[in-house]
């Protein structure tokens, strides 16, 4: 099983909607938990970290779930600009696990 | 501008050839990783070295070694390079903070081609 499981995509929504990813991880001991983006041909860009309970930044919200091991991501409002791969990322004992990432598309 | 720096950004390589990515960071970080990247595989980690004078498999290690050669450069050598090494290299770096992480700063990667 892979320590980081992500619904690869794509999600295709209209500019201005509100869309949501998903990610499980599965060790419990995992420490901390981010959400990186990466455009296409470029190297991933951290976008948020998830710490405990959760964390917003403008239009972005990510939460964490222990009890399910489960973290999300929310965007609301898209912008075209918006449009990448979203990975999520594990850590634990020095090491980070990443997801394969969901590709978002936000349309015109 | 502070960061990581890959290089080269581009090589082609013949079956057989051996060749070495450099990578340094200039941010005092005390963790360095090198990862590849397939499509439809994620980030695999190759190595990486929790601090300098130490460096550990991660999950694909197999045709790769690795220098931690000072606390600012951690070096990804192929010797025998082979086509399934085909792909994207990303190095990265690392300050660890008590429960976990800061998180990583990735370099702009190496696109290898094997042929």
């Known amino acids: 099983r892979k320590e980081v499981e992500q619904d690869p995509g794509p999600f295709n929504v209209p500019e201005g909607a509100t869309v949501a990813f998903n990610c499980t991880y599965s060790n419990s001991a995992s420490q901390s938990f981010f959400w990186y983006r990466q455009d296409c041909r470029k190297e991933p860009k951290l976008l948020m970290s998830?710490?405990?309970s959760g964390n917003e930044d403008g239009r972005f919200t990510a939460q964490l779930n222990r009890a399910s091991q489960y973290i999300s991501l929310l965007i609301r409002d898209s912008k075209l600009s918006d449009s990448a791969t979203y990975l999520c990322v594990a850590y634990n004992f020095n090491k980070f696990y990443f997801g394969s990432g969901t590709k978002l598309n936000v349309k015109p | 501008n502070a960061g990581v720096t890959q290089t080269p950004k581009f090589q082609v390589l013949k079956t057989g050839q051996s060749m070495t990515l450099q990578c340094a960071q200039d941010m005092n970080h005390n963790s360095m990783y090198w990862y590849r990247q397939d499509p439809g595989m994620g980030l695999r980690l190759i190595y990486y070295s929790a601090s300098e004078g130490t460096t550990d498999k991660g999950e694909v290690p197999n045709g790769y070694n690795v220098s931690r050669l000072n606390k600012r450069e951690f070096s990804l050598r192929l010797e025998s390079a082979a086509p399934s090494q085909t792909s994207v290299y990303f190095c990265?770096?690392?300050?660890?903070?008590?429960?976990?992480?800061?998180?990583?700063?990735f370099g702009s990667g190496t696109r290898l081609t094997v042929v």
């Open positions: 990265a770096s690392s300050e660890a903070g008590p429960g976990g992480t800061y998180g990583y700063t």
């Open positions: 998830v710490y405990s």
